[in-house]
Nanobody, 126 residues
Framework: QVQLVESGGGLVQAGGSLRLSCVVSGRTVSTYVYAMGWFRQAPGKDREFVAGITSSGRMTSYEDSVKGRFTISRDNAKNTVYLQMNSLKPEETAVYYC?????????????????WGQGTQVTVSS
């Protein structure tokens, strides 16, 4: 059993920053075996890949629109994955989810992820 719990969402003004955290837990959990991703879903929209990181943390991948503003990282010793979000835009208002995948590389489709957190709301005011 693998459980993911996100935190760090909230309300910020456009141009502001938030840091999301995702704690992974479970019996004999070893986060290094999982690729981790952050997704977001706005009302009426499909779930969208935002950022991902390999199990080792050696490689990362970002949606084009967030490159240079968002940073995904992981601390495997703490079983935690982070998403630092800077210069937030109102159109990035969404529920943000973390997910874990038993996959090589960085999957970018939500269908490739086996485990999901409950989501945390990020609201960016204009």
């Amino acid at each position: 059993q693998v459980q993911l719990v996100e935190s760090g969402g909230g309300l910020v003004q456009a141009g502001g920053s938030l840091r999301l955290s995702c704690v992974v837990s479970g019996r004999t959990v070893s986060t290094y075996v999982y690729a981790m991703g952050w997704f977001r879903q706005a009302p009426g929209k499909d779930r969208e890949f935002v950022a991902g990181i390999t199990s080792s943390g050696r490689m990362t991948s970002y949606e084009d629109s967030v490159k240079g503003r968002f940073t995904i990282s992981r601390d495997n010793a703490k079983n935690t994955v982070y998403l630092q979000m800077n210069s937030l835009k109102p159109e990035e208002t969404a529920v943000y989810y973390c997910a874990a995948a038993l996959k090589r590389g960085v999957p970018t489709s939500h269908l490739q992820y086996e485990y999901w957190g409950q989501g945390t709301q990020v609201t960016v005011s204009s």
